[in-house]
């Protein structure tokens, strides 16, 4: 309390330290302050409680903005009388006191907010009113959520001005120009795509927390090392069938321009009935998979046990029919429920051994690692969120640019450990030749088919992942072939340059493009941007639903000791009244 005592003849720069300065130490000391009176010269103030005597009073020095404390009366016999609030806790005092918390932790969450103020100050605030002082003090440091929607075709042409060939494009509604839609993907991120990706598009969304109800869509690939590579990306002001079919089609059309003919894509999603209509409609001639991500957490939380989704992901990795039907049978011993859940998605649409086409070793899609680019930026404006995807982008592109350039190996990385392994294997298998292409391949326990001119093998490692496996090289190796040659071409360290071959560059800060844009932007032909009419509503947001979320029958729990549903056999009502009535 010492920093709050005040004496006469004290100076402050001016009247707003004074004012922060008595307002610190009513809050601070638990005492409510009522002002006489204040202006620019003179500042009188008391106690606010019947009876006490203390008073302050301060003026304002002769030439200067100083102000100095002329005179303190009394001393306070009021107690402490604001523990439970205080009046001179305002929002605007609570953004003061939030504002280098703010900057430092994006996420200093409303409940942080009141622990700290009671822990420093000792009282206690309304939930609602940190809640607001954070939502002011975010405003204040990044701009608020309504400017953020107002500059984005500005923002637009920016990104098409710095990053040529990007496409970048805002959609509104209605006659007051309401943000609907947005649509992004960098020059640098299609060109990578379409030459060095594995052809696999990943889809996903996650809610943005800010002032006004909308969600992140986003189709990401992998590098030739397995490493995520973001593709496009959008912000929809509500998630459905309609939102996913439009981004779906965006990205066909930036794909549709920037290549001769759109290969055939593998897409991974969490099952959503929206996504898999889309890419129905939008990309009929390629694949769709559920990501075993999902699709193992799902039956994990619905059956709450550990072994069935071990034996899922068995299954789903098993490469021959006799493999994956073992698995299935195990789940069905472990739970007949389960496998009767599992039965309504179709295991060539999760199964690596029933899939058409290669999945190249990926089950599961990269949009979660790509949601921990934005989880922190969630509550910002718009703007906020895409500059912070762009910065990423920038950083992860120069890094993997220049890590690449020093590697020696045909293949990536992690694609080179692979062969290296198949390559070890072999050398201790037997190789008879059958005729130009097709060899046959002994092991100590078995023999294998391996034709290399159709780049398969009997166990389907080769044709499933699109690299050698240990047969295939045994064989490649016996007739001179260079084994690496027989990798699919996205595999290669070239493939991977290619891939980050074109930079990201840098947009201009706000301050200078807004200043030179902004009459553009008040062009008749370009009006502003206005936020969505929706809010967001207070509390958790809803949790997205996938397909089995939509059309699942509900898991009905057994008694197997009364053979009753509702209820399971240690919480049977049943046997506990059995043994008070023996007892």
């Excluded at 405003?139 to 970048?168: D, F, H, M, R, W």
């Excluded at 195990?330 to 179709?346: D, G, M, T």
């Excluded at 680019?373 to 969630?378: F, G, I, T």
């Excluded at 898991?555 to 046997?575: L, P, W």
Aim: charge should be neutral; proline fraction near 4%.
């Amino acid at each position: 309390m010492e920093d709050y005592n005040f004496y006469v003849g004290q100076e402050f720069s001016d009247v707003k330290a004074f004012r922060n300065a008595i307002k610190e130490a009513a809050i601070a000391q638990h005492f409510e302050l009522r002002t006489i009176k204040s202006d620019l010269i003179r500042y009188f103030a008391k106690c606010a409680s019947d009876g006490c005597p203390w008073r302050i009073r301060a003026v304002k020095l002769p030439n200067a903005p100083t102000f100095t404390i002329r005179s303190i009366d009394g001393t306070h016999t009021c107690g402490r009388n604001a523990n439970n609030g205080h009046h001179q806790a305002s929002v605007d005092w609570i953004v003061s006191f939030i504002e280098e918390r703010l900057r430092d932790n994006i996420n200093y969450k409303p409940k942080d907010i009141l622990h700290d103020i009671h822990k420093q100050y000792g009282i206690t605030i309304p939930y609602k009113q940190a809640w607001r002082a954070k939502e002011r003090g975010l405003a204040a440091i990044y701009g608020s959520s309504e400017e953020g929607y107002y500059l984005l075709p500005s923002y637009c042409e920016q990104i098409k001005k710095t990053n040529p060939g990007s496409v970048a494009e805002v959609f509104t509604t209605g006659a007051d120009n309401r943000f609907q839609r947005l649509f992004v993907s960098f020059h640098a991120s299609i060109y990578g795509f379409v030459n060095g990706c594995l052809p696999i598009v990943g889809l996903g969304g996650i809610q943005l927390k800010s002032k006004y109800l909308s969600t992140l869509l986003s189709a990401t690939s992998f590098d030739a090392d397995g490493g995520l590579f973001p593709l496009a990306f959008g912000v929809v002001d509500v998630e459905n069938d309609d939102s996913w079919t439009w981004f779906l089609s965006e990205l066909h059309k930036v794909l549709e321009v920037n290549t001769e003919s759109i290969p055939e894509l593998i897409f991974l999603s969490d099952g959503q009935k929206g996504v898999t209509d889309a890419v129905r409609r939008k990309f009929p001639s390629s694949c769709h998979a559920y990501c075993m991500r999902h699709l193992t957490e799902n039956i994990g939380k619905e059956f709450k046990n550990s072994r069935l989704v071990h034996l899922l992901w068995k299954a789903a990795y098993a490469t021959t029919t006799i493999a994956f039907k073992e698995k299935m049978a195990e789940i069905e011993e472990v739970s007949p429920e389960a496998a009767k859940w599992l039965r309504q998605f179709h295991p060539s649409q999760w199964a690596l051994v029933h899939f058409k086409g290669t999945r190249f070793g990926h089950l599961s899609s990269n949009i979660e690692e790509f949601n921990k680019w934005v989880l922190e930026a969630r509550e910002l404006p718009i703007i906020q969120v895409i500059e912070r995807i762009h910065s990423k982008l920038i950083t992860e592109f120069d890094d993997r640019r220049l890590k690449s350039s020093s590697w020696g190996s045909v293949l990536a990385p992690s694609a080179e450990k692979l062969m290296d392994e198949a390559i070890n294997l072999a050398s201790a298998y037997q190789v008879l030749r059958s005729d130009e292409v097709e060899f046959e391949v002994l092991s100590v326990d078995r023999s294998h088919i391996v034709n290399i001119g159709n780049h398969s093998c009997s166990c389907r490692d080769w044709q499933l992942n699109g690299i050698p496996c240990s047969h295939a090289a045994a064989a490649l190796i016996s007739c001179r072939k260079d084994v690496y040659a027989f990798a699919q071409k996205c595999f290669t360290a070239a493939s991977y340059r290619d891939t980050y071959a074109e930079g990201i560059h840098s947009i201009p800060r706000k301050l200078e493009w807004s200043k030179t844009d902004k009459s553009s932007i008040d062009d008749d032909n370009i009006p502003a941007v206005r936020p969505p009419k929706l809010r967001r509503p207070p509390g958790r947001p809803e949790k997205r639903m996938c397909v089995d979320d939509l059309s699942r029958e509900k898991h009905t729990v057994h008694c197997s000791r009364c053979n009753q549903t509702g209820h399971y056999k240690r919480t049977c009502k049943a046997e506990m009244i059995n043994s008070i009535e023996q007892f």
